[in-house]
């Protein structure tokens, strides 16, 4: 993890000089490739070349909303060495505005940050019994937590009118049985999400003079290497906003100390709450998807580690007729990281009429069909370019052109 840490910070410190796609990160750290590239997903769940195709494409929005070059210069300038056509594929994927209350432009960071912030925060809220965690706000594998703030020192001071309510979203992986955290101060109905960790920053250290004599631990001490953020805190006399003075450069990544005497007294809390989301999780795969959390799971590990004869054994035990069952395991079967919101309602990732006729075929049949559209999807993974059809079509063709 430390060595994937390494790499994202070079990468965001030197996102517009890094050659693409022949970036030669592992020569510079002194491993192979392919350790590098195993390493890097496995951490982050994404490949290496999808973090660094979202970093360029970060950097060519920018470029493209504030200047009038084309595709072209604008590759050049971001050291992007691909087809324009491929440019014009991952600037559609990756560098599109989100439509969520989230504004764009926010660093490759802020989500990871705005998590770690968030989980802190909760733990403490937890550990001083602020909050309950109310079974009714779960849905699926994931649940709403609600802190009363309004005149407390939890309100965490933005400078507009006091807010009430601070609101946490938690999602768990129920497979890597990993968590993930969303802070959202909010006044009322409007809800808004910090863009940099500086007034997150001011806030821990507030927090940590507040209750320095009232907890056994420290809470800053959760944050690795806060001292570096410290002495670019302002403190002033009117805690009830943040200092505007506050600057810290760029919004670097903030990790967690797991270590840390704070994160191992609360873990119980947090253990307590992925117990509830696990539970809830096997009964919405089970109730949405006609199968067993336990198969999922086995089946995404032999997606990943590529064991075919793993996934024909599991495939086999499934009701493929089932076409929701059916869409999951093709839908895993592309992309073996368990995205959390499946779980909230019966989805279909296919088209249901193609699903229907596919659910007609024999059981032996239906697994060929799948480890085709497997091997066909791996072979796009290993294209240079970025050119891969949508997969929708891929499985169409794989079902029409061998006539099943």
Request: net charge negative; hydrophobic share 35%; proline share 3%.
């Amino acid at each position: 993890m430390v060595l994937i840490q390494k790499v994202i910070e070079y990468i965001e410190e030197n996102i517009h000089e890094i050659e693409f796609p022949d970036h030669r990160l592992h020569s510079k750290l002194g491993i192979s490739d392919s350790k590098l590239q195993k390493d890097f997903k496995k951490a982050k769940h994404i490949t290496l070349r999808q973090f660094l195709i979202e970093g360029k494409m970060r950097l060519a929005l920018v470029l493209k909303n504030d200047s009038d070059l084309t595709n072209e210069e604008i590759m050049i300038k971001i050291n992007y060495h691909l087809t324009e056509r491929s440019f014009r594929n991952h600037l559609k994927e990756f560098g599109q505005p989100s439509k969520s209350h989230y504004s764009f432009g926010l660093s490759p960071n802020h989500f990871r940050n705005n998590s770690a912030f968030a989980e802190i925060y909760l733990r403490l809220a937890l550990y001083l019994k602020q909050v309950e965690i109310e079974k009714k706000e779960i849905k699926a594998n994931s649940i709403n937590v609600h802190h009363y703030v309004s005149g407390s020192i939890f309100n965490i001071g933005i400078p507009i009118p006091m807010e009430d309510w601070h609101h946490y979203c938690l999602f768990l992986n129920p497979i890597s049985m990993k968590m993930n955290y969303r802070f959202f101060p909010a006044l009322g109905e409007m809800g808004y999400s910090l863009k940099s960790i500086e007034p997150h920053i001011s806030y821990l250290d507030k927090l940590e003079r507040y209750f320095r004599n009232q907890l056994p631990f420290s809470i800053t001490n959760a944050v690795v290497d806060f001292q570096r953020f410290e002495k670019n805190i302002y403190r002033s006399s009117h805690e009830h906003i943040f200092p505007s003075l506050v600057k810290i450069k760029g919004d670097p990544l903030v990790c967690i100390d797991r270590d840390s005497r704070f994160i191992k007294e609360t873990d119980y809390l947090i253990e307590r709450i992925k117990t509830l989301l696990k539970t809830n999780s096997e009964v919405c795969i089970q109730k949405h998807y006609g199968t067993h959390l336990n198969n999922v799971e086995c089946y995404t590990r032999a997606v990943d580690s590529g064991s075919i004869e793993m996934m024909c054994q599991i495939l086999a035990k499934e009701d493929l007729s089932n076409i929701y069952t059916l869409s999951l395991f093709l839908d895993l079967t592309d992309c073996p990281h368990f995205e959390g919101d499946i779980l909230h309602d019966s989805r279909l990732y296919f088209n249901k009429n193609v699903l229907n006729e596919i659910a007609q075929l024999s059981r032996t049949s239906i697994i060929d069909l799948i480890i085709r559209f497997y091997r066909k999807m791996k072979e796009f993974e290993e294209y240079e370019e970025w050119e891969e059809p949508e997969r929708e079509d891929i499985l169409k063709d794989i079902f029409y052109s061998n006539q099943y």
